[in-house]
C-alpha cells in the first residue's frame, strides 16, 4: 500500500467544535454503560450455575463479543474528539480494520448459532443435552470466530494490494473498509466484488440459518397447546430475536449495497453513514446487555440473589 505519508488523517464525526464536549460526554457514557453492562452479563453468568447452560454460555460469548470490538473504536474515538489533527498510522488502522471488522463478522455468526441454540432447545429437547454439548458449544463458538477473521483477513488483503495516491484523509471516525478504499487510485472493481461476495455469503449462511431456526420455532410454538407453555418458549427467544432486528437492521444498510455508493462525494449520505456507524459500533454493543438482563426473567433472578448474598450496605453495616 503506498501513500504520502506513514499516518492518515480521520475526519471525525463532525467539524462543529461546539459539539466536542457533548459528543465526548456522550461516548464516554455509552462506553463505561458497556463496560459495566457487558462485564455484569458475564460476572452473572459465570457466579451462578442455574445459568451454566449453553444459551448462556452463547450470551457471556456475545457480552464478551461486544466489549471487545466496542473497545477496539470507542477509546480512540474519545481521545480524537478534542484533537485538532485526528491522526493515526497506517499499521494501527489496519489493525483495527482487522479487530473490528473481524468481531463484528464474527457477532453475525455467533448470533446464527445462538438462534440454532433456541431451535434444538425447543424443536428438539429430548436430544439438546447431546446435541449441545459443551465441546459442541465451545467447537461452534471458535468456528464463528474463524469464518469472521477469515472473511475480514481476506478483505483487508485485497483492500491493501490497492496504490494509495490520492490522499491519505478517511472521511469516517475509525478505519473501516468502505472509507479507506475511498482513497485508492486503482480500480476498486475487485474490491467491491468481493467485499459483495463475502459480505453475501457470511449474510447468507447466516440468515438462512436464522430464519430456518424460528421458522421451526414457531411451527413448534404454535403446536403447544398450553398459552403458558406458549408464552414460556417464547420468552426464551424474545432478546435473540430484539439483538437479531437491531443488529442486523444496521449492518445491511451500512454494507449490503454497492460499496461504489460510498464512493459518491455526497455529504449527506456519508453524514448518514457515521451515524449508522455509531449505532452499529458503539450503541449496539451497550443495548445487548440491556436486552438481555431486562427481558429475561432468569437473568434478572440471577442478579438479585447475587445482589443479595453480596449486600454491600450489610457489609457496611457489620463494619460498626
Known sequence: MYTFSSELILRGLTDNLNLNVPLFLVFLFIYISSIVGNTGIIVTIWMDPALHTP??????????????????ITPNTLADINRKIKSISVIDCAIQFVLYGGSATTESYLLAVMAYDRFVAICQPLQYIMTMSKSICKYLVAAAYSAGYINVCIQACFTLRLNYLKDNIIDHFYCDILPIIKLTCSDTYLNEVVIFLFGGFASVICLSTILFSY????????????????????????????CLSIFYGTVMFTYLRPPSDYMLDNDKLHVNDKIISVFYAVVIPTINPLIYSLRNTEVKEAVRKIANKYNFFQIFKRSY
Open 55 to 72: 444459551m448462556y454460555f452463547f450470551v457471556s460469548q456475545l457480552a464478551m463479543l461486544d466489549l471487545f470490538y466496542t473497545s477496539v
Open 215 to 242: 421458522i421451526n420455532i414457531l411451527v413448534t410454538i404454535l403446536r403447544i397447546q398450553s398459552a403458558r407453555g406458549r408464552s414460556k418458549a417464547f420468552s426464551t427467544c424474545a432478546s435473540h430475536l430484539t
